[in-house]
């Protein structure tokens, strides 16, 4: 029996502003426990919620940007459940009047533009923080993350693959960073994700029992986690068991999951309106306001960097997966009119560099006036392409300008004929074998030659000349 996954996701992401969501306490992160906090986000008797307005102008502008309907009156309500990290017993958040609802952003994946659906994003409070000593025979609560502001994004449940569920949140991730409201950090828990996931009869349309996934901390923890859950039901199902409604915890150490609990539905939580807390409304001004101030956002700045710049699709779209990174490039051509080279040292060597020293691009050791400086010398043949690797490896490691490395270890590029042509009569007359097999017609030894012309010259020689000079040469014993 053939199967189809049936994938919603559930980001909770935690929104950049100075304080909490109804008091004025800090949101720093890696303070000392319990130092962030005041009666109202300890849920001291008789205190009163005061409403951030950041974090609505935060949540309006996600909202406007995945094109959601925003609400003209939302409310808040309370979500009642006991745990040792949640001070009042409950949690503060939006439930029947969310202030977005039905909303989209686009994937891509292999090729293919879809379309995800998004139910609803509503502003809510963060809950505490449990410290477990494995030594210890009790846990320590840190509260200082109480009362942070999130914004939950629900998902349509249109997401079919673990690919496409890790495809959506590296998009809604880069959504967050370009509008800068959320750093989007899973490993400090600023963007957070839910998986539930089932399975039904591929054709049919009624959905199966689906489970919830937690401790999701990285894409690719949510890319396994779903694809170990899909294959754990498809097995369950054809053994002639029953999938049932729970919360399952991703072990990334075993490579399974294990039952967290059984699965809350919304009347678990006796969900009500929060008397301390007026209901919201947002007029037409506030949201053209906001619309207004908005920053290009990934796909219009893919579209631009295709027909302004002659990008490839692909290029375009890695070169705008951050909003860093898009500028990067764009500061680089401001110094360098070779849109497609600059594209290519920023993909390859730049971000290879990056990924293994676990920068991001604003932690960059060379500059994009530096990257452009050095692509200039190549264009200009002072140096060639493989020397301007050497010259860039100097350049990470000291942040020397290129042109004082090229001129210090004496790198520039030998362009003279005389000089190249005596190299390649050199190498010829070395290799007397490998000369007669070219001319019986084995071309592919032409590389040969080239290669010890290259390191003769330790690489300085001129490339183009280097070809010319050694196919005349060739040529030249030829009848």
């Known amino acids: 029996m053939e199967f189809e996954p049936v994938i919603g996701l559930e980001v909770h992401a935690q929104l950049k502003t100075k304080s909490k969501i109804f008091c004025g306490c800090s949101t720093a992160f890696g303070a000392e426990p319990n130092t962030h906090v005041c009666p109202i986000c300890l849920g001291m008797p008789g205190v009163l919620p ?45 439930y029947e009047l969310p202030i977005a609802l039905n909303g989209h952003i686009d994937i891509e ?70 509008l800068d409201i959320c750093d989007g950090n899973m490993e400090e828990g600023s963007f957070r994700c839910d998986a539930n996931v089932s399975i039904r009869p591929a054709g049919t349309k009624p959905f199966g029992t689906r489970t919830e996934l937690k401790n999701l901390n990285s894409f690719k923890h949510v890319e396994k986690a779903i694809a170990y859950e899909i294959n754990r039901q498809k097995d369950v199902v054809l053994d002639g068991g029953e999938i049932f409604q729970e919360t399952l915890l991703w072990n990334p150490d075993r490579g399974l999951t294990t039952t967290m609990r059984s699965k809350e539905d919304a009347h678990d939580y006796r969900y009500f309106p929060d008397p301390d807390l007026l209901p919201l409304t947002v007029d037409d001004n506030w949201i053209q306001q906001i619309t207004q101030t908005l920053p290009e956002l990934p796909d219009a700045k893919q579209e631009r960097f295709m027909a302004a710049y002659g990008l490839p699709a692909y290029d375009a779209c890695v070169l705008t997966t951050s909003r860093e990174l898009a500028d990067y490039f764009e500061t680089c051509l401001e110094n360098y009119s070779n849109s497609k080279q600059a594209a290519n040292w920023i993909m390859g060597s730049l971000l290879a560099l990056l990924n ?58 030998v362009t003279d004929t005389s000089e190249i042509e005596k190299v390649v009569l050199k190498v010829l007359a070395q290799s007397p074998k490998e000369v ?4 019986n017609g084995k071309e592919k030894v032409f590389g040969f030659f080239v290669g010890q012309v290259m390191r003769e010259t330790k690489g300085k020689a001129n490339p183009q000349r280097v070809n010319e000079i050694l196919k005349i040469q060739l040529g030249a014993g030829q009848k």
């Open 50 to 94: 005061v409403l951030n307005k950041k974090v609505v102008e935060y949540a309006l502008r996600m909202a406007i940007a995945t094109h959601c309907r925003i609400a003209p009156e939302s409310r808040f309500a309370r979500k009642n459940y006991f745990y040792p990290d949640l001070p009042k017993g409950y949690q503060i958040s939006q």
């Open 356 to 413: 293994t020293e676990g920068k991001d691009i604003q932690q960059s050791p060379i500059s994009p006036q530096a990257l452009a400086a050095l692509l200039k010398l190549i264009d200009s043949n002072i140096i060639s392409g493989k020397i301007a690797k050497i010259v860039f490896d100097e350049m990470a490691e000291t942040g020397k300008p290129p042109e004082i490395i090229v001129q210090e270890k004496g790198l520039v590029q």
């Open 436 to 439: 007669l097999d070219y001319r």
């Open 109 to 178: 994946l292999n090729g293919a533009i879809k379309r995800i659906g998004i139910t609803r994003i509503h502003m809510e409070e963060d809950a505490g923080k449990l410290l477990h000593d494995p030594d210890q025979s009790f846990s320590r609560v840190d509260l200082n993350r109480t009362g942070v502001p999130l914004i939950e994004i629900v998902s349509e449940p249109d997401l079919r693959s673990a690919e496409e569920a890790g495809a959506y949140l590296r998009k809604l991730r880069s959504f967050l960073r370009y």
